[in-house]
């Protein structure tokens, strides 16, 4: 009677072991994601950053610009 006790006992903590297990990978892998994300993100910033400089260097090169400006 006592190692059955014991052997439902274990059955039940592994089990919450595993859930836990599992919720720890999920939240890792959503975490990955979040991560690659912000990633994405700061690359698109970059390029935009990029191309405004780049349209703004063309702009001001433009005669029309140099004659309105002067």
Not at 5 to 14: I, N, P, S, T, Y
Not at 20 to 42: D, I
Request: overall charge neutral; aromatic content about 12%.
């Amino acid at each position: 009677m006592g190692c059955i006790l014991v052997h439902e006992h274990a059955g039940r903590f592994g089990s919450v072991a595993e859930r836990e297990r599992e919720r720890s990978t999920a939240l890792g892998n959503s975490l990955k994601e979040v991560e690659e994300l912000l990633v994405y993100f700061q690359q698109m910033r970059s390029w935009q950053l990029t191309d405004r400089r780049a349209a703004f260097h063309f702009v001001c090169k433009t005669p029309d610009y140099v004659s309105w400006n002067n």
